[in-house]
């Protein structure tokens, strides 16, 4: 605990210094946001730019190893796990991986699993349902993308039922302080596990005010994980149109990710979180919602050409109120396109309302599984 309250203590003085001086600081609901050898086809692999640029070959190698990528999404994020009707169950696990996916990316909201005030411990039997879920999935085969996820007041945000208020004065140091504890604990695991600082940082934590943030953070997951591949994920939700404003840090094992819902209001249709909520019967995809599909990636593509750091699309999908025929074109288009501009990708999500696993049935829902999995 030294080391933490070292840097907890600095990170203290430079948000100090910082409103001394004056420095400005420039999804939804539960479904989503406001984006061993198999013989299923997989993304491209990702082509590592010129060895002069920043990222290191774990990174680049991790990236083209990824292989198709599906979110266990409303599970472990939810205010408790199964508040939002899923939990992490062994039988998505094998399915997932007999469909062919390699990749399984895990958010989890560790905020409402921590004491308010410091030293913000982290529930002990949430943590090791955690692990255990991280555990099960290594050993499957998975490389696992664990994130902290919906801390609603971290980003200014109305919580959600079930959750507490914490001192506003704690609100970074805490995320500060969980991140240690997460660092700490999953220290030992496989390389094949990457932890994602952040979610979808937006409204309260602007563009300056989170890579602020993501740094300090960074140097503290160094403490015990000197070499783990770390994700990181621009203000504005993640949209490709924040990326320009994510300062990297100083550090080559690094992974950056986007997330990508475009066409919105066809993704998003009937989505009741949504304010004002996109109506239903839009189809997909027209030659104009095409480019915008592959608009998004391409900035994406763009931004890891230049800045020499490998860039995963972590979610994308269509709403279930949409119809199943736009549906399998959206998700295709998406994929063909992705996997042609070699950016792995990681489908939101498995089996809630943008989902492609009926838990009704046990079974994949086979047009939508196709249009992620098929040749």
Same mark, same amino acid.
């Given at each position: 605990m030294k080391l933490f309250d070292t840097h907890l203590r600095a990170f203290a003085a430079t948000v100090t210094l910082a409103a001394v001086l004056g420095l400005s600081a420039c999804g939804g609901g539960s479904d989503s946001p406001a984006d061993s050898t198999s013989a299923t086809p997989s993304p491209p692999s990702a082509q590592a730019p010129p060895?002069?640029?920043?990222?290191?070959?774990?990174? $680049?190698?991790?990236?083209?190893?990824?292989?198709?990528?599906?979110?266990?999404?409303?599970?472990?994020?939810?205010?408790?796990?199964?508040? $939002?009707?899923?939990r992490v169950e062994p039988t998505y696990i094998t399915a997932a991986w007999q469909a062919g996916f390699r990749t399984v990316r895990l958010p989890v909201r560790w905020s409402n699993h921590a004491e308010a005030v410091y030293p913000y411990a982290i529930d002990p039997v949430f943590m090791t349902r955690v692990e255990g879920v991280v555990d099960a999935l290594l050993a499957q085969g998975f490389r696992?993308?664990?994130?902290?996820?919906?801390?609603?007041?971290?980003?200014?945000?109305?919580?959600?039922?079930?959750e507490f208020v914490v001192n506003p004065s704690d609100l970074d140091p805490r995320f500060v302080?969980? $991140?240690?504890?997460?660092?700490?604990?999953?220290?030992?695991?496989s390389e094949r596990l990457l932890f994602e600082l952040y979610n979808e940082p937006h409204g309260r934590l602007t563009a300056p005010? $989170?890579?602020?943030?993501?740094?300090?953070?960074?140097?503290?997951?160094?403490?015990?994980?000197?070499?783990?591949?770390?994700?990181?994920s621009p203000a504005g939700y993640g949209g490709t149109a924040s990326l320009g404003a994510l300062a990297l840090p100083?550090?080559?094992?690094?992974?950056?990710?986007?997330?990508?819902y475009e066409p919105f209001n066809f993704t998003h249709q009937g989505a009741t979180?949504?304010?004002?909520?996109?109506?239903?019967?839009?189809?997909?995809?027209?030659?104009?919602?095409?480019?915008?599909?592959e608009n998004g990636i391409t900035q994406a593509k763009a931004w890891s050409n230049v800045t020499g750091y490998p860039i995963f699309l972590g979610e994308f999908g269509a709403y279930s109120l949409a119809d199943t025929?736009?549906?399998?074109?959206?998700?295709?288009?998406?994929?063909?396109?992705?996997?042609?501009?070699?950016?792995?990708?990681?489908?939101?999500?498995?089996?809630?309302?943008?989902?492609?696993?009926?838990?009704?049935?046990?079974?994949?829902?086979?047009?939508?599984?196709?249009?992620l999995l098929a040749p």
């Open positions: 060895a002069t640029t920043g990222a290191s070959a774990l990174a $680049w190698q991790t990236a083209s190893a990824m292989g198709p990528g599906i979110n266990f999404g409303n599970m472990l994020e939810a205010p408790q796990e199964g508040d $939002w009707g899923l696992v993308v664990l994130n902290m996820h919906h801390h609603r007041q971290l980003d200014g945000d109305a919580l959600d039922p079930g302080g969980l $991140w240690s504890q997460i660092a700490t604990r999953f220290a030992s695991k005010a $989170w890579n602020t943030l993501l740094a300090t953070t960074l140097q503290t997951v160094r403490i015990s994980n000197p070499q783990r591949l770390v994700v990181i100083n550090d080559r094992n690094l992974l950056a990710t986007f997330h990508h979180w949504v304010t004002p909520t996109p109506p239903v019967g839009v189809t997909c995809c027209t030659a104009e919602q095409t480019a915008q599909i025929t736009s549906r399998v074109a959206y998700m295709r288009t998406v994929r063909i396109f992705a996997n042609a501009q070699q950016i792995p990708w990681m489908y939101w999500e498995i089996a809630s309302g943008f989902g492609i696993y009926d838990p009704a049935t046990g079974q994949f829902r086979p047009e939508l599984t196709a249009a």
